[in-house]
């Protein structure tokens, strides 16, 4: 580039009315990056202004012109190859968190479907649900149902919970919100979307369990 015109004499450079601030931004715009290197005046300009005195920025101004150091034809900005290298990286690491966010999980759990639902009324995180359900581990034992026959099957009740919560297993709260009103379904859960590894001693559910479910989704209440 054709040499630029000083902005300050070398008097008012190294005075109080001239900040360390424009003597960076002036350096770093018209010099080469050999002098800026030399001079160790690479980098953000708040970075420089702080590592700076005023008398030492005041002398890399003087020298800038007495050695003619400029900046050539073509050679980058480094304040702009900073702009851009900075951009570039805050681009990188959002795109990587898009594609983290993206990633989907796999579902531990099966599901068959025994009888249609509505299509129509499917739960949302929140609402309460109610439903009528047996469990059993997979030699077919029954460790838990609110389901009843005979006499008693009038007063049965419907287990009610908040779906989405964390209220129940995982592998309920993930599958309760694939079913719509009416519909009757068996799901085979996983021990990672279940009990996990500790069981749950008291139901007699062993470690590591995979559970079993005939779950029948009554209602929906938003």
């Known amino acids: 580039m054709a040499e630029p015109e000083a902005p300050y004499t070398d008097e008012q450079a190294a005075g109080d009315g001239v900040s360390k601030k424009d003597l960076v931004n002036f350096i770093q715009g018209c010099a080469?990056?050999?002098?800026?290197?030399?001079?160790?005046?690479?980098?953000?300009?708040?970075?420089?202004?702080?590592?700076?005195?005023?008398?030492?920025?005041?002398?890399a101004y003087k020298e800038l012109f007495t050695?003619?150091?400029?900046?050539?034809?073509?050679?980058?900005?480094?304040?702009?190859?900073?702009?851009?290298?900075?951009?570039?990286?805050?681009?990188?690491?959002?795109?990587?968190?898009?594609?983290?966010?993206?990633v989907v999980e796999t579902p531990r759990y099966i599901k068959n479907v025994l009888k249609k639902g509505d299509k129509i009324n499917y739960p949302k995180k929140g609402d309460t649900v109610a439903c009528y359900y047996t469990g059993k581990l997979q030699d077919g034992t029954v460790f838990d149902t609110n389901?009843?026959?005979?006499?008693?099957?009038?007063?049965a009740q419907p287990l009610r919970f908040k779906v989405g919560t964390g209220q129940v297993i995982r592998g309920w709260d993930e599958a309760l919100l694939t079913m719509s009103t009416g519909e009757k379904a068996e799901l085979t859960i996983e021990p990672a979307w279940a009990y996990g590894k500790k069981g749950m001693p008291e139901a007699k559910i062993p470690p590591n369990a995979t559970l079993v479910f005939e779950v029948e989704l009554k209602s929906v209440v938003n």
Not at 34 to 56: D, M, R, S
Not at 82 to 89: A, Y
Not at 147 to 155: M, N, P
Request: hydrophobic share 30%; glycine share 4%; charged share 45%.
């Open 32 to 59: 080469s990056s050999k002098f800026l290197i030399e001079h160790k005046l690479k980098g953000a300009v708040k970075n420089v202004v702080k590592t700076k005195t005023k008398e030492q920025l005041a002398a």
């Open 147 to 155: 389901v009843t026959t005979g006499r008693r099957a009038s007063k």
């Open 67 to 102: 050695a003619k150091a400029f900046k050539k034809e073509g050679e980058e900005d480094d304040v702009e190859v900073k702009k851009v290298t900075e951009k570039t990286e805050k681009l990188t690491v959002e795109r990587s968190k898009s594609h983290e966010d993206a």
